[in-house]
């Protein structure tokens, strides 16, 4: 497994931008798929987008289509996540997860090492 830690989450006004930043440990990222997932207060944890193993392929949930972009560094073995027009219901932790293999997949179970996550607050 792979060790993940995220940061430059934050507080932003509605119409705001971040960046999240996913760094991993060991030797191997590029082995892997990699994926951002958020949980709100009360809600089960949804996937928000994941990228392939080396960043040629990517999918997006659609509540974030158009105002995200996943990518990532495998020479700095981090993968980030920028989200732009931010609305409020983008409030939650936000995780990141990777897996390994090939396929770029939405549920949880099929991601194997996660982070501890990055605290997202848009206020209106």
């Known amino acids: 497994q792979v060790q993940l830690v995220e940061s430059g989450g934050g507080l932003v006004q509605a119409g705001g931008s971040l960046r999240l930043s996913c760094a991993a440990s060991g030797r191997t990222f590029s082995s892997y798929v990699m994926a951002w997932f958020r949980q709100a207060p009360g809600k089960e944890r949804e996937f928000v987008a994941t990228?392939?193993?080396?960043?040629?392929?990517?999918y997006y949930a659609d509540s974030v289509k158009g105002r995200s972009t996943i990518s990532r560094d495998n020479a700095k073995n981090t993968v980030y996540l920028q989200m732009n027009s931010l609305k409020p219901e983008d409030t939650a932790v936000y995780y990141c997860a990777a897996r390994e293999g090939e396929v770029l997949v939405t549920n949880t179970y099929q991601y194997n090492s996660w982070g501890q996550g990055t605290q997202v607050t848009v206020s209106s």
């Open positions: 990228i392939s193993r080396r960043g040629g392929g990517t």
